[in-house]
């Protein structure tokens, strides 16, 4: 069973409101039984269960099926360039602080073009949430072989099958430092929503992979179904030799919340650095007069 998430200290007050009033005028427009839809769902029902004030949210996406996800939420949104959603959603947050930022993406734009950002943000414990909707494809561009395709795959770029080892998500966040760890299944709305309150309600860099099926051009339905299962009742989340065995486990995937861990935010270090950089001897007028002599 997942444990209820900890509310952080809100710089708002939190508002009554139905995971309707977050939904915007813009009908989604992915393929019927995407898997996104339950994400975006599930999102709704987080936020409002947050009482998250729409104008204090702020989504950031990249390019893909999942570059979609902001237009369809009533709260300020930003739908960037391709792989770059980290550090848009950095520089959100370093501006306004006091604003809830959640980042999405899609496993081509995070783990390919957008590889290089990954690891930094989750080093930095940049204050976001970062949701990744794995369908293990490239379903915007027709189908190819993603960084999390299996072996062997055979698609339009890799028709006689795929040769490229994927990449783990999860080992990847773990061992570059983020501090909020966990895994959903999007046919599970119940334990994915719980995950995605958890997720915005840790202050640090949180990562939710979700399985997240394309219908249309790699089914995976069935198979995440029977190869997918709740992490122990006993699992300790902040036990990171832990976290890491369950998510080296290729047979099994696991579903839940692996690891969480307390660590100064990449924002708060920033406001000490501020602060001692303008204590003392910095005057902006004594700076300025440098210039106009």
């Given amino acids: 069973m997942l444990s209820e998430p900890q509310i952080i200290p809100f710089q708002f007050e939190t508002v009554n409101l139905k ?35 729409p104008e204090q949210l702020v989504i950031a996406s990249g390019i893909g099926c999942s570059g979609r996800f902001p237009a369809f939420c009533n709260s300020y949104g930003f739908h960037g360039v ?14 306004r602080p006091e604003l809830v930022v959640c980042a999405v993406g899609g496993d081509g734009d995070a783990f390919s073009i957008g590889m290089g950002h990954f690891p930094h943000a989750a ?9 990744v909707m794995d369908n293990e494809i490239y379903g915007l561009t027709k189908g190819q072989a993603s960084p999390t395709s299996p072996l062997g795959l055979e698609k339009k770029s890799t028709p006689y099958g795929n040769v490229d080892r994927p990449l ?27 995950l995605i309150k958890q997720a915005i309600a840790h202050k640090g860099f949180s990562f939710l992979q979700v399985y997240s099926p394309c ?34 486990n290729e047979e099994t995937l696991y579903l839940g919340k692996y690891y969480q861990e307390e660590r100064p935010t990449y924002d708060d270090a920033y406001s000490g650095v501020r602060q001692k950089a303008t204590k003392g001897a910095y005057s902006f007028d004594k700076l300025m007069d440098r210039y106009r002599r």
């Fill in 19 to 53: 995971p309707n009033d977050y939904k915007s005028e813009v009908k989604p427009i992915w393929c019927p039984g995407c898997g996104d839809f339950g994400v975006l769902s599930s999102f709704y029902k987080a936020v409002s269960e947050l009482g998250i004030p």
């Fill in 82 to 95: 391709h792989g770059r959603v980290l550090p848009l959603a950095t520089g959100i947050k370093m501006a």
């Fill in 123 to 131: 080093r930095r414990n940049v204050n976001i949430t970062y949701i």
């Fill in 168 to 194: 783990n998500p999860l080992l990847l966040a773990l061992v570059s430092g983020a501090t909020w760890l966990g895994r959903a299944f999007s046919s599970k709305p119940k334990e994915m929503t719980d």
């Fill in 215 to 248: 219908v249309t051009f790699y089914d995976t339905y069935n198979h995440f179904k029977e190869v997918t299962k709740p992490l122990p009742a006993e699992h300790n989340p902040a036990d990171k030799a832990a976290a890491m065995m369950y998510a080296m």
